[in-house]
Every structure is written in structure tokens, then in C-alpha cells.
């Protein structure tokens, strides 16, 4: 069985303060892209979860979330099946593209009716949840605004298909890191979830560019140079306007259709810096 495992951006990110379980209380509104990661699900033997991947740096014993949805799903539902898990990376790791959790709720989905176990959304949700803050929302993908530490999930119904370009420098950055740093730091510009919710149902575009929001730009680190250079970059060559996503440090411009966000990434190619992933096509579309 083949499962798509898209990567997302998160278009509006606000934190405000640490929970008592340790996380953050975020509101974000996240669109999946058409970027994506493939898994390969093949029926192992019983109690079997074997994992290959094409990317060496990442794990392929229990410390990949993969082989721990696996597992979970295992022990809630089919204690007596196996899988062999082939996952092909094309998401960056560790960028704040969610490609981690996607595949997650990727092997949810596809073991679902793999083993033919027939979970419905709300059981499957809570499987997720115990995996991650992102998961859930990739069991659906499509446009959603996710609240709590985003596992409150209201989908979005209509929001219009968004031509972007996307960097991913080769930087290193922890998002445990990014938070801690975030709590010392004021917001460099007010949030305003009203006004961009407004734009993004209405399709204004250049309202909703001018409205993308995430407040661990403001967090500092190793990355946050690079974040602000590439923005300017963007923008400079037609985008109109530019974010990191998550914890960075991709950043992403909004373009007004395909073409153009193509032909921006295609003029700023030699300036992205050497070792960055480049990558233009549209957000959008269920999983």
C-alpha cells in the first residue's frame, strides 16, 4: 500500500504561555502543500514492525515516529499484526514542515485499512495525539485552525489553493530551544487571528500576505538571520509577503499563482545560499 504523507505550513502562528504539561498554548492555522513524503505499507509477520528509509540520518528503530505509530496502533487494535514500513523522504528533516508527524499519521491512516481494523476519526485522533502535537491534523490535512498545543483541530472549509516558494536553509534548529527562548521575547508585531481568518475565507490574498503571522520569528537563535534574509529575498523578488513555518527555519512566500512563484524561484536559485532546499508549487487538498 502507497500513502502520500504531505508536508505543511503553518500560515498564522501565536503562542501565548506554557502549560501546565509542559507544552505551549499555540493557536495556528496550518494548510498541507503539495510537497510530500511516500510510505510504502507491506504486511509483516505477526508482531513485526520493520522500517527502511532512504534518508540515512534518520532513525529507523522506535525513536522514528513511524515505527511508534506503528506500534500504537498495533497495541490498540491488532495486537496480532505486522507491518514492513519503506518510507521515502523528500520533506526536509527537522524543518518546521511537519514531515515527521505527516508519516505518522500516514502509517495511522494506511494501517487502518491495511489490517483492516476500522477505527473511525475520533479513536484514530487519540492514537495521534499520544504520537505528537501535529499528528492529528495530518490524519485530515487540508486547512485547519488547531488550538491547545494543536490537537483542537476546526477545519477550514473553502480556503482558497496558495501558490507559495519555499527555502529550507541547512540550518539546525531545536524547537524545544525556540520556545524556551520565545518566553523572554516580545512580540516584535501585534497578532491578528480575526483579520486573517477573514482574508483567508474571503480569498484576498494580498490581505493574507500582508497578515501571516508567526511569533517564533521573534524567538532568537542560529537561525534567525537567515530567516529574516530569506524573507527579505523573497519578497524583494515578487513574493507578496513571506514566514518561517514552525519552529524554522523554512520560510515560505506567498506568490499570486503557480507561474510566478516558479519564476521567483527561479530568480532567486543562486542566492538562497549553498546546501538549501528550493521548492515552488501550491498548499491545499485533503490527504
Not at 42 to 57: I, L, R
Not at 114 to 119: M, T
Not at 187 to 195: H, K, L, N, Q, S
Request: net charge neutral; proline share 5%.
Amino acid at each position: 500500500m502507497q500513502i502520500s504523507c504531505p508536508a505543511k505550513l503553518n500560515l498564522y502562528l501565536d503562542v501565548s504561555g506554557r502549560r501546565l504539561d509542559g507544552y505551549h498554548e499555540i493557536v495556528t492555522v496550518m494548510q498541507t502543500t503539495d510537497l510530500h513524503d511516500r510510505l510504502l505499507l507491506e504486511e509483516g509477520a505477526p508482531g513485526e514492525v520493520a522500517m527502511a528509509c532512504d534518508a540515512v540520518s534518520l532513525p529507523i528503530d522506535a525513536r522514528n515516529l513511524c515505527v511508534r505509530a506503528a506500534e500504537a496502533m498495533r497495541l490498540r487494535a491488532a495486537p496480532g499484526k505486522g507491518v514492513r514500513i519503506a518510507l521515502e523522504k523528500r520533506i526536509p528533516i527537522a524543518a518546521g514542515l511537519g514531515g515527521g508527524s505527516s508519516d505518522a499519521a500516514g502509517v495511522l491512516r494506511g494501517l487502518n485499512r491495511l489490517w483492516g481494523v476500522g477505527l473511525g476519526t475520533g479513536e484514530l485522533a487519540e492514537v495521534a495525539a499520544g504520537l505528537g502535537s501535529d499528528v492529528p491534523f495530518f490524519l485530515a490535512g487540508g486547512t485547519a485552525r488547531c488550538a491547545g498545543r494543536g490537537e483542537r483541530i476546526v477545519a477550514i472549509a473553502g480556503a482558497p489553493r496558495l501558490a507559495f516558494v519555499l527555502v529550507t536553509p541547512p540550518i539546525a534548529v531545536s524547537t524545544a530551544n525556540v520556545y524556551a527562548a520565545l518566553e523572554a521575547t516580545p512580540p516584535a508585531r501585534p497578532a491578528d487571528e480575526g483579520g486573517f481568518l477573514r482574508a483567508l475565507r474571503s480569498g484576498d490574498l494580498r490581505r493574507l500576505a500582508a497578515l501571516l503571522y508567526n511569533r517564533l520569528e521573534d524567538a532568537p537563535g542560529p537561525h534567525r538571520g537567515e530567516v529574516e534574509r530569506l524573507k527579505r529575498l523573497l519578497i524583494g523578488h515578487g513574493a507578496l509577503g513571506a514566514a518561517m513555518s514552525g519552529s524554522g527555519p523554512s520560510v515560505f512566500g506567498l506568490a499570486a499563482d503557480l507561474g510566478e512563484a516558479r519564476g521567483i524561484a527561479e530568480r532567486i536559485a543562486g542566492e538562497i545560499g549553498e546546501g538549501a532546499l528550493l521548492h515552488a508549487g501550491l498548499t491545499g487538498g485533503s490527504v
